[in-house]
């Protein structure tokens, strides 16, 4: 099994910027699609970007222009770079892996804040 943790979430102004983190307990070989989620209170989880084991970055509408997903693969690392945050950003952030569509890991969470 694959344990994920990520780090980085704050409380920020409109406008800010935050980089996320989500170190995994193994380096992952072959094909695998690394995601960031976020849910907010009463609100459904949504799909913030995923990227390929084979490098191919994809991102939500809402968050396109303004985030970027990247990886160290000799950290075992994939991060969430966001930029000009908005309080509609506000949420508890997820890191997922999917390495077969019948398994997939979660992390435990991080929150971002976005508020004057």
């Known amino acids: 099994q694959v344990q994920l943790v990520e780090s980085g979430g704050d409380l920020v102004q409109p406008g800010g910027s935050l980089k996320l983190s989500c170190a995994a307990s193994?380096?992952?070989?072959?094909?695998?699609?690394m995601g960031w989620y976020r849910q907010a209170p009463g609100k459904q989880r949504e799909l913030v970007a995923t990227?390929?084991?084979?490098?191919?970055?994809n991102y939500a509408d809402f968050v396109l222009g303004r985030f970027t997903i990247s990886r160290d693969n000799a950290k075992n690392t994939v991060y969430l770079q966001m930029n000009s945050l908005k309080p509609e950003d506000t949420a508890v952030y997820y890191c997922?892996?999917?390495?077969?569509?019948?398994?997939?890991?979660w992390g435990q969470g991080t929150q971002v804040t976005v508020s004057s």
């Open positions: 193994a380096r992952i070989i072959g094909s695998y699609v």
């Open positions: 997922n892996i999917q390495l077969t569509p019948r398994v997939g890991y």
């Open positions: 990227l390929t084991s084979g490098g191919s970055p």
